[in-house]
């Protein structure tokens, strides 16, 4: 039987999530991805590379702690760092500090994370709305009948 099935329920939620978990996996990655290399003049790009790869997860904490509205916006800030990472991965490319198949894997795990980040928001928007026209169907919902 699968493991990941059989685990009760996190105290904090976003560990539940597989794009957390996708996100702390990415963070590993680039981690060793720059590991290999002597970044001695090119230490800013990979400080600035690990910080952003970390702040899609840590937005992704963060995020899941407030209303679905902000949890949206922080999703969304994921998405930044996602874009924030695909730049560095780049860059680090360019200057031969990663090799092209390390290339393709960032590209490849950012894109996914990229979707199912989409699809996380999609569906918590849905959820919103669908909330919201509940309460224009049956307003008698949130009535306050103390007249």
């Given at each position: 039987m699968n493991?990941?099935?059989?685990?009760?329920?996190?105290?904090?939620?976003?560990?539940?999530?597989?794009?957390?978990h996708?996100?702390?996996d990415y963070v590993l990655w680039v981690k060793a991805a720059l590991n290999d290399y002597v970044l001695l003049e090119n230490a800013g790009l990979a400080q600035g590379f690990n910080k952003s790869a970390q702040e899609i997860a840590l937005n992704i904490a963060e995020g899941s702690a407030r209303n679905k509205a902000q949890f949206v916006s922080h999703l969304k800030q994921s998405k930044s760092a996602i874009r924030a990472c695909l730049v560095y991965t780049s860059l680090l490319h360019?200057?031969?500090?990663?090799?092209?198949?390390?290339?393709?894997?960032?590209?490849?795990?950012?894109?996914?994370?990229t979707k199912m980040l989409g699809a996380l928001i999609t569906s918590l928007q849905k959820n919103t709305?669908?909330?919201?026209?509940?309460?224009?169907?049956?307003?008698?919902k949130n009535f306050n009948n103390n007249y």
């Open positions: 493991q990941q099935n059989t685990k009760p329920p996190t105290f904090f939620r976003f560990e539940d999530l597989r794009i957390y996708k996100a702390l360019r200057e031969n500090i990663i090799s092209d198949k390390a290339e393709d894997e960032s590209r490849n795990q950012l894109m996914e994370m709305h669908q909330e919201e026209a509940e309460e224009d169907v049956y307003p008698s």
